[in-house]
C-alpha cells in the first residue's frame, strides 16, 4: 500500500463531491440558455454559488467562479492591476509562483514591486507594511499575500493587514488555497477585496475553483466573451464543476492536530520544522534535513512507497531550492533539503508512522549523497 | 534518457532484460528551453517530457536530477577556459567523464543501484585476464567508443550499452517504433547542447570578450590581426582575413594557438600535419598497458568520428606519446586522443602538444 502525504499539492476526490459531480454531469444546457434543460443547470451553478458563499461566508454574488487557483489569482491580480490607478504592488517572494509570476510579468508591464522581507518564521514586518502605505499608498495597486503558504503552512495574520490597509484604502487580495477549508477564512470578516480558492486541494476536481471578489471590488476581467460570472469571467459556466467545488467546500476536513501532532514527534529527531515560533495549519508540515538533497530524499521515499514533496517544482519537474525558505532567510543548502509532508481526509496515524520508521535510512543514504 | 531514440530503446531493453530500471533524465541547464529547436540542444523541457512520456510506456518511474551546477562548472565553464587556453575541448567527452560517469553514477550507486545505462553505440566485454573492456561498436558507422574513452575500469563495472552492438541507427529507430515510442523518427542532436543556435565563436565572444591581437607565421612575420584568439581552431581556414598573400600564394591554416602571446600562428596545410601527440592528462581505459614505457603498436583516434590512425605509443616520464605511421591532420591541443589495440580502447590523453611534420625550415624553404 503506498502512502500518500502530498495532499497539499492535490487531494484526492471525496466521496459525496463525486456522487455529486457525476450525477451533475449528467445533465444537458448551458446555464445561461432559456429553456429547461439550461434552466436546470443553472439552478444546479446558483445552488452552488450559494452553499460555496455560506462556506466563504461571502455574498453570493461575491463568488466569481474560475478554473482554479492559478486562474483565480491571476485574475485578482492582472485585474486590480488594471482597474487601479497605482502601479506598486505590494507582496513577498513567498507566494505561491501564481503569484509571484502574475506579479513578474506586471512588472513587465510597468508595475513597481515592494517585496516585503519575511524573518525566519515566515512572517512580514507590519511596521515595515505601515511604513510603505504611509509614504506610498497613492500608488499602490494591491497588496497580494497569502493566507497561507502551501508550502510550509504558515499562516499571514491578514486581518491586521487588511486593518492596516484600509486606513490606506489599498485592496488587499489573499491567495487563500491553502488555507481555505482548512481554518477559518471568514471573507465578510476579513477585510480583504478578493479571495482566491480552489477545489482540488479539497477533495474537489481539478479545474474548479473561485475567486471571491467583494461586491465594493470590481477587476478588470482576463477573459472577454459572454459576460458571466458579473462580468469577470466569461466563458461558459461549469455547473457541475461548481457543484463540486462546493460540495468539497461543505463537507467538512477531519481535526489533523493529532497527526500533526505525532508527525511532528516522529520526525523532528531527524529534521527540522520550519515553521518556527509562527503558527500554522496542521495539515502541512515542512522539515528540512541537513546535508541531504531534497531530491534524493523524495526519490528514496518513493522507492519505500511513500509519496511527498519538495514543495517546488518546476515544469521539467526538477527539485530545486524551496523559494519559500529562501525568501524566509534559509540558505541555500536548507533551502534543498525541504520535505512538505500533508495530510488529507484519509490520512492514518499508520500513514505517518511509515513515514517516520522510514526516514532515518533515507536521511543516512540521502547525506552521504 | 536523454529524450532521444537511443536512450529510450537502451531503457526498453534493460527493462526487458529483468532488470529493476528507473528513468533519469539529466537537467543540466537551469534556463532550460521550452522546446527544441533544430538538432541542437537535448535538455530542453520538451525533451524531458519525451524521456518522461518514454519511461511510462515503459511502466519503469522517471526522475529528473539535477545537475546543473556541476555541469556548469566541469563542463561549461572548462569548456571556456580550454578555449581561453588556446585548445580545442570536446565539452561532450568531459561530460561523460565528469557527470555522466561520474556524478550521475555515484548518486546511483549511493541510492542503491548497480549500473547506469545509457544509449551509446559501444560494447563491455571481459578480456583474456577476466578484466572488463570497451570495445568498439561493430555498427563502426556509429561507434561512440571514442567519447567513452574516459571510462575508467572502475567505472566499467557499472556501465551498460543494451544498445551498442546494435548493427545500425535505422534498427534501433525501427525497433523505437515497433515497441510504439513516439521518439522513433525524432532527430540526432548534433553540437554543443549547451551552445543552442551553434555559434560557438559568438558564444565564446560573450562570455571572454574581444582581445584584438597579431596572426604571424611561422618565421614571426605578422600576416594579419585578430579579434581574440578564443575565435581560433588549429586547422582553421576560413575567417583569417589576412591581407598578405602567403609566399607560395596557397591559403594558410591556423597551426596554433597562444593566448597568452595573443598570437595565432598560421602556415601552409602541409605544415597542419602532425608526427606525434602527447598529453599527461590519461587515464587507462580497463586493464593498464603491460610496461607502457616501452613503445607499443597501437591506433589513435583524434576526433569522434576521425579514422583510427596506426602509431607507437608509450607512456615516457608521465606523458603519453604517440607517434603516427603517417602524419595526420587536424589536431588540436585540447582534443582527446583515445587509444585503441584492435577494437579495445586501452585509454585517453588529452592533447597537450603535437609535432608538426614539416618543420618551420622546410616550410619557407617550399615557399621560395
Redesign the interface.
Known amino acids: 500500500m503506498r502512502v500518500y502525504l502530498d495532499h497539499a499539492a492535490t487531494s484526492p476526490l471525496r466521496p459525496e463531491v463525486l456522487n455529486a459531480y457525476t450525477e451533475a454531469l449528467q445533465l444537458v444546457g448551458n446555464p445561461s440558455a432559456i429553456h429547461s434543460g439550461g434552466q436546470s443547470s443553472r439552478a444546479i451553478l446558483e445552488g452552488a454559488r450559494e452553499r460555496l458563499a455560506k462556506v466563504a461566508h461571502c455574498d453570493r454574488n461575491e463568488v466569481i467562479f474560475t478554473s482554479g487557483g492559478t486562474e483565480s489569482n491571476n485574475l485578482a491580480i492582472k485585474g486590480l492591476f488594471a482597474e487601479r490607478a497605482g502601479n506598486l504592488i505590494i507582496t513577498t517572494a513567498s507566494e505561491h509562483h501564481a503569484v509571484l509570476d502574475a506579479v513578474e510579468y506586471l512588472e513587465t508591464q510597468g508595475a513597481e514591486v515592494h517585496w516585503l522581507k519575511l524573518n525566519r518564521d515566515g512572517q512580514i514586518d507590519m511596521d515595515e507594511l505601515s511604513k510603505v502605505l504611509e509614504e506610498r499608498s497613492a500608488e499602490t495597486a494591491l497588496i497580494a499575500l497569502m493566507w497561507v503558504n502551501n508550502e510550509t503552512g504558515i499562516v499571514t495574520p491578514i486581518h491586521e493587514v487588511t486593518a492596516l490597509a484600509a486606513k490606506y484604502g489599498v485592496p488587499v487580495h489573499s491567495d487563500a488555497v491553502a488555507a481555505f477549508g482548512h481554518m477559518p477564512t471568514n471573507f465578510a470578516e476579513s477585510g480583504l477585496a478578493t479571495m482566491a480558492l480552489t477545489g482540488h486541494k479539497l477533495g474537489g476536481p481539478v479545474g474548479t475553483g473561485a475567486l471571491i471578489v467583494s461586491r465594493a471590488t470590481k477587476v478588470v476581467p482576463l477573459l472577454h466573451g459572454g459576460g458571466q460570472e458579473r462580468g469577470f469571467r466569461a466563458g461558459t459556466m461549469d455547473a457541475a464543476g461548481a457543484l463540486a467545488l462546493a460540495v468539497a467546500a461543505e463537507t467538512p476536513q477531519p481535526d489533523y492536530t493529532g497527526l500533526e501532532a505525532l508527525a511532528v514527534k516522529l520526525i523532528t529527531p531527524l529534521g527540522n520544522l520550519t515553521r518556527g515560533a509562527s503558527q500554522g495549519i496542521p495539515n502541512i508540515l515542512n522539515f528540512t534535513f541537513e546535508g541531504c538533497p531534497g531530491d534524493s530524499l523524495l526519490f528514496l521515499l518513493d522507492q519505500a512507497e511513500i509519496e511527498v514533496s519538495n514543495g517546488s517544482a518546476c515544469t521539467a519537474g526538477v527539485a530545486r531550492a524551496s523559494h519559500v525558505l529562501l525568501a524566509m532567510g534559509f540558505s541555500e543548502a536548507e533551502a534543498s533539503s525541504a520535505l512538505r509532508v500533508s495530510f488529507g481526509p484519509q490520512t492514518t496515524a499508520e500513514d505517518v508512522k511509515a513515514l517516520a520508521e522510514a526516514l532515518p535510512k533515507v536521511v543516512a543514504t540521502a547525506r552521504k549523497i | 534518457m536523454s529524450g532521444g531514440v537511443d536512450s529510450a530503446v537502451a531503457a526498453a531493453r534493460a527493462v526487458d532484460a529483468g532488470h529493476e530500471v528507473v528513468g533519469v533524465?539529466l537537467?543540466l541547464s537551469r534556463n532550460?528551453g521550452t522546446l527544441r529547436t533544430g538538432s541542437r540542444g537535448c535538455c530542453t523541457?520538451e525533451d524531458?517530457m519525451d524521456a518522461?512520456r518514454v519511461s511510462s510506456l515503459l511502466g519503469i518511474?522517471?526522475?529528473?536530477?539535477?545537475f546543473s551546477d556541476r555541469f556548469k562548472e566541469d563542463v561549461v565553464d572548462e569548456f571556456i577556459a580550454e578555449y581561453e587556453a588556446g585548445r580545442t575541448p570536446n565539452p561532450c567527452m568531459r561530460c561523460n567523464e565528469r557527470i555522466k560517469f561520474a556524478a550521475l553514477l555515484?548518486?546511483a550507486l549511493?541510492?542503491?543501484f548497480d549500473a547506469v545505462v545509457t544509449g551509446h553505440y559501444a560494447t563491455v566485454l571481459t578480456g583474456e585476464t577476466g578484466e572488463l573492456e570497451l570495445h568498439r561498436s561493430p555498427a563502426t558507422a556509429k561507434d561512440q567508443s571514442y567519447v567513452l574513452g574516459v571510462l575508467t575500469g572502475a567505472e566499467l563495472k557499472h556501465v551498460m550499452f543494451p544498445i551498442g552492438a546494435s548493427a545500425s541507427k535505422a534498427d534501433i529507430r525501427a525497433e523505437a517504433a515497433a515497441r510504439g515510442l513516439a521518439v522513433a523518427q525524432k532527430p540526432d542532436s548534433y553540437d554543443i547542447c549547451f551552445i543552442p543556435d551553434g555559434d560557438t565563436q559568438g558564444w565564446l565572444e560573450d562570455r571572454v570578450g574581444a582581445k584584438p591581437g597579431l596572426i604571424k607565421d611561422r618565421a614571426g612575420n605578422v600576416v594579419g590581426e585578430h579579434e581574440g584568439t578564443h575565435g581560433f581552431t588549429v586547422g582553421q581556414r576560413k575567417g583569417l582575413r589576412l591581407g598578405r598573400p602567403a609566399p607560395d600564394g596557397r591559403p594558410r591554416y591556423v597551426l596554433e594557438v597562444h593566448p597568452k602571446e595573443n598570437t595565432v600562428i598560421v602556415g601552409s596545410q602541409s605544415a597542419l600535419a602532425v608526427t606525434e601527440l602527447a598529453g599527461t592528462r590519461f587515464t587507462w581505459c580497463g586493464a593498464q598497458k603491460a610496461n607502457p614505457e616501452q613503445w607499443f603498436e597501437a591506433e589513435v583516434q583524434v576526433r569522434a568520428h576521425a579514422e583510427p590512425v596506426a602509431c607507437l605509443a608509450a607512456v615516457i616520464d608521465g606523458e603519453f606519446v604517440t607517434r603516427v605511421n603517417e602524419p595526420i591532420m587536424g589536431v588540436a591541443p585540447g582534443q582527446t586522443a583515445v587509444i585503441y589495440l584492435g577494437t579495445r580502447v586501452l585509454g585517453q590523453f588529452t592533447i597537450d602538444r603535437t609535432v608538426s611534420a614539416v618543420s618551420v625550415e622546410e616550410e619557407f624553404e617550399a615557399a621560395l
Open positions: 533524465h537537467a532550460a523541457i524531458s518522461q518511474k522517471y526522475f529528473v536530477w539535477d555515484e548518486k549511493s541510492l542503491g
